[in-house]
């Protein structure tokens, strides 16, 4: 649980500009214990490809992909960049440099391998289906969409959509 504190104090500053209704803080909220306990394995994982991210946060990025469907990670990025509301979910600093694209795509692919991490994804786009975020196609496509993208990482098979470059 340590990494979810390092960016504590940022956080508390963007945090001022997200309203205190928004459904994203209870979807935060819901993967934000699994994420804690999670750390070392993440950071393991991250450690195999050569991490230079809190992996917690390639997660909430990962999250933020599946449920608003951003296609690649090429926009992915921009939008997390462009986004206050993004930067406070993830817990990008509002001074953090850019990540490399390449990179990111590197850790997604490695924490998409993990059951676990699977397992975090689905509790929070059950968690946006709750609060309205999600109706229960859209969920149900989402769903979808990330085991469709696992068993393409798994099968070594790329794809067009969600995860390009």
């Known amino acids: 649980m340590v990494a979810l504190s390092t960016c504590h104090g940022e956080r508390s500053r963007l945090e001022g500009y997200v309203p205190l209704e928004h459904p994203l803080r209870r979807v935060r909220a819901a993967i934000d214990v699994p994420l804690g306990s999670l750390h070392e394995e993440l950071r393991q994982a991250g450690a195999a490809v050569g ?10 990025a990962l999250l933020v992909q ?4 951003i296609p690649s990670d090429r926009q992915l990025l921009d939008q ?3 986004s206050v509301l993004l930067r406070w979910f993830i817990g990008v600093r509002i001074d953090e440099p850019k990540w490399e694209l390449a990179r990111f ?19 929070g786009l059950t968690q946006a289906h709750h609060d309205g975020l999600l109706s229960f196609e859209a969920l149900a ?10 068993a393409d990482l798994a099968a070594g098979v790329g794809r067009p959509g969600l995860g390009r470059a």
């Open 51 to 60: 991490a230079l991210m809190e992996p917690e946060k390639t997660v909430r």
């Open 105 to 123: 795509s590197l850790h997604r692919k490695q924490f998409l391998k993990l059951d676990i991490v699977q397992e975090v994804l689905v509790r």
């Open 80 to 82: 997390i960049w462009d």
């Open 66 to 69: 599946l449920l608003f469907s």
């Open 141 to 150: 496509a989402r769903r979808f969409e990330l085991a469709q993208l696992v």
